[in-house]
T-cell receptor
Framework: KAGVTQTPRYLIKTRGQQVTLSCSPISGHRSVSWYQQTPGQGLQFLFEYFSETQRNKGNFPGRFSGRQFSNSRSEMNVSTLELGDSALYLC????????????FGSGTRLTVV | DAKTTQPPSMDCAEGRAANLPCNHSTISGNEYVYWYRQIHSQGPQYIIHGLKNNETNEMASLIITEDRKSSTLILPHATLRDTAVYYCIVRALTGANNLFFGTGTRLTVIP
């Protein structure tokens, strides 16, 4: 079966712009989580959605937001981009929000210039 | 979720067993031990998890000490493709559903 699909794979944006990243979870998976990975901070949790509701949020500013659609696909948005937002953004899905293992996508590499 | 401590790096000869330790001395009774790995430029990959009994699957074995304060992930016959960063995570199945990855162990399998 198809894995977690993230689009686009690579993105270059300018400071001050906004960006939307997309994640399609494995069919039947209702929980989608987002993570940011940078060399300095490692993998950090952004937020988790389950059945279109945000269930948990990490310690990120309000410029980072997300949503989940009825088909479980999820998007995350970053407004007013800063250079420090350059990172690999990873999406993970699981069957239910308390499932054992998460399946991660390959990520979207965002570069802010 | 409890924090974990892992060595920053380890080397292992190809074909030999790789034993990756993890300390989680503040683990709670309802927290599981998970292992993920991340191969360069890919998303993390789930390997195995356990509560208090040793576990084995097609990828690895997980040995948890009786007091649950530490665990070891064993890759029985390491291959070059096992070179990756390995993360030990503890979390409960209830409550917050985020994973705290920490810094992990960079395993290098040497030919």
């Amino acid at each position: 079966k198809a894995g977690v699909t993230q689009t686009p794979r690579y993105l270059i944006k300018t400071r001050g712009q906004q960006v939307t990243l997309s994640c399609s979870p494995i069919s039947g998976h209702r929980s989608v989580s987002w993570y940011q990975q940078t060399p300095g901070q490692g993998l950090q949790f952004l937020f988790e959605y389950f059945s279109e509701t945000q269930r948990n949020k990490g310690n990120f500013p309000g410029r980072f937001s997300g949503r989940q659609f009825s088909n479980s696909r999820s998007e995350m948005n970053v407004s007013t981009l800063e250079l420090g937002d350059s990172a690999l953004y990873l999406c993970a899905s699981s069957l239910v929000s308390t499932d054992y293992g998460y399946t991660f996508g390959s990520g979207t590499r965002l570069t802010v210039v | 979720d409890a924090k974990t401590t892992q060595p920053p790096s380890m080397d292992c000869a190809e074909g030999r067993a790789a034993n990756l330790p993890c300390n989680h001395s503040t683990i709670s009774g309802n927290e599981y031990v998970y292992w993920y790995r991340q191969i360069h430029s890919q998303g993390p990959q789930y390997i195995i998890h356990g509560l208090k009994n040793n576990e084995t699957n097609e990828m690895a074995s997980l040995i948890i000490t009786e007091d649950r304060k530490s665990s070891t992930l064993i890759l029985p016959h390491a291959t070059l493709r096992d070179t990756a960063v390995y993360y030990c995570i503890v979390r409960a199945l209830t409550g917050a559903n985020n994973l705290f990855f920490g810094t992990g162990t960079r395993l290098t399998v040497i030919p």
